[in-house]
């Protein structure tokens, strides 16, 4: 049995299809991601699968539990982290963490195992405000308060928005921890570079799922070589590639630029002999395997 | 612009520039210089003192000691005329929801003295780049994220400001629309606007001529990303960030 399952969810907001058609499978112990930019959807599923919300259509269970008939004994089993900070912001690091523990009808104690790694690096801060906590910190206690009651399911969204790269990686390394103890967790991101974290992903863009799979099969699945460019003007050779009949897509990518031709063999030889057209300087080509960036690039162009 | 330097001329120059609440000093003696049309990218772990030096180069906020220029202006002494130079978006605040695109316009453009008539022919000129033609007069909620977001550069470019200040101006954007957005960027840059960027996404830090990053309050490296690749021997900018930042001591926002 899967631990999550949806099946052709339907959510409209007026006019907007905020989830259009959404099904996927989560297998138990998994770390599931939810891959898009705001406003893909990715709120509104997490709010149907935590019982907050109505989907108009389709149908979807955690743990074998209906969302709409058996929303109290999912509540009890589900950590849900919001994107938005939600704790009590007037209440201490710890009075938070207790009064969710309380709620749950458990106790700090009982399950403090299972927080110890995360809680020992807010500890020194237990008598402070959780409103005057830093980006960091509170959303260590949020992950914290949502795992107090020892849930089966974790769902978070995104937990890492607009956090530096380092505690980036910091919260990366707690998820890693947090599966190897079994717990299913499905996150979201708008963050590429976050997606090959996961066991699996689904990239999601205006409400409908684009691709789902491994990482590794979604980069192995870019249909045609991809290459590199980059010169000392880097900017004047976009617009050269650009405007050249033979590309077929070029944008930037950190240092370089990358670019399909409309060729499906082409080489690295016949990029150079694009790009070299106008003799630019410090001209550099190398074919370079695909990122889940350039996977979400060449789904939303097909699209 | 200011005075003396020959050539290159600058467009923010700070100078031990420090900002202290109480015993914290959030900026910490930073120095650095910004040329016209320059992109520079001004990174920082959470809590390094970004946005606190961001406001005093917006002049909004005084600085407790040290010097500093905008567009050659003294943010101790002419705050105002700061404001009239610079441009500012976020992704937080940029536009209001309930006003339509053109009303946007019009409002911002008012607000920064721009005249009638030009502010017509500007915005009839604006929608037509940006392709929005049918959508001029729809409410700027109605808006997917990425519009709204290259809709609130232009707006925050529209009065042709020297130096325009974006913080965070991706952050959540689709990655297609996140590039179509950095190529308002070049533009404007290449018509001579300096723009100063802070973003989280590394990849984007690459886009920049120079990027600074502070920890702790201070800059603690300032080059062209290649040379920062080069000198701390990786080829990733999320790699000299990290390496940078996981020394910080502070945990603050």
Not at chain 1, 2 to 26: H, M, P, Q, R
Not at chain 1, 52 to 63: C, F, H, M, N, Y
Request: hydrophobic content about 40%; overall charge negative.
């Amino acid at each position: 049995m899967s631990s999550v399952s949806v099946k052709n969810l339907v959510k409209t907001y007026g006019d907007v299809k905020a989830v259009n058609d959404i099904s996927f499978e989560v297998q138990k112990g998994e770390l599931f991601g939810l891959i898009g930019p705001d406003g893909a959807g990715k709120t509104s599923v997490f709010r149907i699968l935590t019982t907050l919300l109505l989907a108009d259509s389709g149908t979807a269970t955690v743990e074998g539990l209906d969302v709409v008939n058996d929303y109290r004994e999912i509540r009890n089993i589900v950590g849900y982290m919001p994107g938005r900070f939600s704790l009590y912001q007037d209440l201490t690091v710890e009075e938070n963490l207790r009064f969710f523990a309380t709620v749950f009808g458990t106790a700090i104690e009982e399950n403090y195992e299972l927080i110890r790694d995360i809680y020992e690096q807010i500890k020194p801060f237990s008598k402070r405000r959780a409103g005057k906590l830093s980006g960091g910190m509170k959303q260590k206690l949020a992950l914290c308060c949502a795992l107090i009651h020892k849930p089966v399911v974790l769902f978070l969204d995104e937990p890492t928005t607009g956090v530096d790269v380092v505690s980036r990686k910091e919260f990366w390394e707690m998820l890693g921890k947090l599966k190897k103890q079994g717990i299913t967790i499905v996150v979201s991101t708008p963050y590429m570079d976050e997606a090959t974290l996961c066991d699996r992903i689904a990239l999601i863009q205006n409400g409908r799922i684009m691709s789902i799979d491994t990482p590794d099969h979604i980069v192995q699945s870019f249909p045609k070589p991809l290459f590199a460019a980059k010169a000392d003007n880097i900017y004047s050779l976009l617009q050269d590639l650009r405007s050249d009949t033979g590309v077929e897509s070029c944008y930037p990518f950190g240092e370089y630029l990358h670019l399909t031709l409309k060729e499906d063999d082409a080489d690295a030889l016949s990029v150079m002999r694009i790009a070299g057209r106008n003799h630019p300087e410090g001209l550099e080509v190398k074919i370079v395997p695909p990122t889940i960036e350039d996977c979400f690039i060449q789904l939303m162009e097909k699209a | 612009m200011n005075t003396s330097i020959e050539n290159r001329k600058l467009s923010i120059v700070c100078k031990n520039l420090t900002k202290q609440f109480g015993d914290f000093r959030a900026v910490d003696g930073i120095s650095f210089e910004v040329e016209e049309g320059e992109i520079f990218g001004f990174l920082g772990a959470n809590g390094a003192g970004k946005t606190t030096a961001m406001r005093i180069l917006c002049g909004l906020s005084y600085p407790t000691s040290g010097e500093a220029t905008v567009a050659g202006f003294d943010v101790y002494r002419q705050q105002e005329k700061i404001k009239r130079n610079i441009g500012y978006m976020s992704q937080k605040f940029s536009l209001y929801d309930n006003l339509t695109i053109l009303e946007n316009i019009e409002f911002y453009g008012g607000v920064y003295g721009v005249s009638r008539p030009e502010i017509r022919s500007r915005s009839n000129e604006l929608i037509t780049t940006l392709g929005l033609e049918k959508e001029a007069k729809k409410l700027v909620g109605e808006l997917p994220l990425g519009w709204k977001q290259k809709l609130a550069f232009s707006v925050a470019i529209f009065h042709r400001p020297k130096i325009v200040f974006l913080d965070e101006p991706t952050g959540g954007v689709d990655p297609v629309t996140r590039r179509q957005f950095w190529d308002m960027i070049y533009e404007a840059s290449a018509n001579g606007i300096t723009v100063f960027v802070t973003t989280h996404y590394m990849d984007e830090a690459e886009y920049c001529n120079r990027i600074s990053v502070m920890v702790d309050g201070r800059v603690e490296a300032l080059d062209t990303p290649a040379r920062l690749k080069q000198r701390f021997h990786t080829d990733t900018m999320d790699e000299v960030f990290y390496q940078l930042a996981r020394g910080a001591k502070r945990q603050s926002d």
